[in-house]
């Protein structure tokens, strides 16, 4: 594969920044990757390990020269970092950012932006629940969405370049406008992340029922409970405190299916239960049909890493 970027700039060095590091290696896609986190404990790490081929102790350092930039920090601190790193951007340098959150980061990352420099926002549809610089690897993208949400006005050159990096970085590339990003993925992470929180919550403050039998037992849907529920606190807290609207929306028709649902088991109306529980087994064999999880039973895990 061919260089797409000179010169790359990781600001945030997490799983997400640390996985495209990887694929950009894989690939051979920049020149050079230069990174900065806010802590000299994970730029340490990250020179030690070897991610990035430099790493720098200020964002002005590490953005200057710079063909992309990307913001790989909790969507909560976009704004800070966008206006710190502005003022050192080179003119026809493109930013980018891998937030779960579009709206907000598009109304409060832009307007710091320079003239002459392309925004091009961008969520790969990917993770893991772990974080930190050791935690991401090359693969994280491979066959996964990423979603490329243009603001008014981006460069089309500019998105084709950040498509060329995404799909040589694995992934599989859309657009679509921000407000619908952010409604996607309230339904299909955001929403049932919160979930996850609150079931484990839920088993936690039960009292009838011990820790020990809590872990022991879990082996059914609440050991893949915990494992969402181990995501990283300040991003999970970000994308709820800035997808607001979307997830209240989302909440609120759970809700109210919940409580069909729970009228359903009160009043013993099997037929409800079972015409619901048959039309989300069919939203399960569409997921496995579009290549977007394996049909292995226990989710595949033992040959997957994450
Ligand atoms: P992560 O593993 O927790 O890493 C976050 C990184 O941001 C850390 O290196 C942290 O530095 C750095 N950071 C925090 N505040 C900073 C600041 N003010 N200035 C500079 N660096 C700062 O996070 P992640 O999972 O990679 O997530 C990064 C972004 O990707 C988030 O916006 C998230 O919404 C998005 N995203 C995450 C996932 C996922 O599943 N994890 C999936 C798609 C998109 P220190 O280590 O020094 O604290």
Request: glycine share 10%; hydrophobic share 45%.
């Amino acid at each position: 594969m061919s260089v797409i970027y000179d010169r790359v700039a990781l600001i945030g060095l997490g799983l997400i920044a640390s996985s495209m590091f990887w694929a950009m290696k894989r690939g051979g896609l920049a020149k050079e990757v230069v990174g900065y986190a806010r802590s000299a404990e994970t730029r340490d790490t990250a020179r030690e390990i070897g991610l990035c081929d430099r790493v720098c102790d200020s964002i002005a350092e590490t953005v200057e020269g710079a063909d992309l930039i990307v913001l790989c920090v909790p969507v909560g601190v976009m704004a800070d970092v966008a206006a710190e790193m502005a003022p050192h951007l080179k003119t026809g340098a493109t930013v980018t950012d891998v937030g779960s959150v579009k709206v907000d980061v598009i109304q409060k990352v832009g307007p710091h932006l320079p003239e002459g420099v392309h925004f091009v926002p961008a969520h790969p549809l990917a993770g893991t629940e772990h974080s930190g610089p050791r935690s991401g690897f090359a693969e994280l993208f491979d066959n996964r969405w990423l979603l490329i949400v243009p603001v008014a006005g981006s460069d089309r050159a500019a998105v084709g370049r950040l498509r060329d990096l995404w799909e040589a970085m694995g992934a599989n590339v859309d657009e679509m406008d921000a407000e619908h990003h952010d409604l996607v993925v309230a339904v299909t992470s955001h929403a049932p992340h919160l979930i996850a929180y609150t079931m484990v919550g839920v088993a936690d403050d039960l009292r009838r029922v011990t820790d020990s039998e809590v872990i022991k037992y879990s082996a059914g849907g609440f050991r893949d409970f915990t494992r969402i529920a181990a995501s990283d606190p300040t991003m999970w807290r970000d994308v709820f405190l800035t997808n607001k609207e979307a997830t209240l929306e989302v909440l609120g028709r759970f809700t109210e299916e919940l409580f069909a649902l729970q009228r359903a088991i009160r009043q013993g109306d099997g037929e409800h239960l079972h015409a619901y529980f048959t039309r989300t087994r069919a939203i399960r064999r569409g997921i496995i049909e579009a290549g977007q999880d394996t049909d292995a039973p226990d989710f595949g895990r033992s040959g997957r890493k994450s």
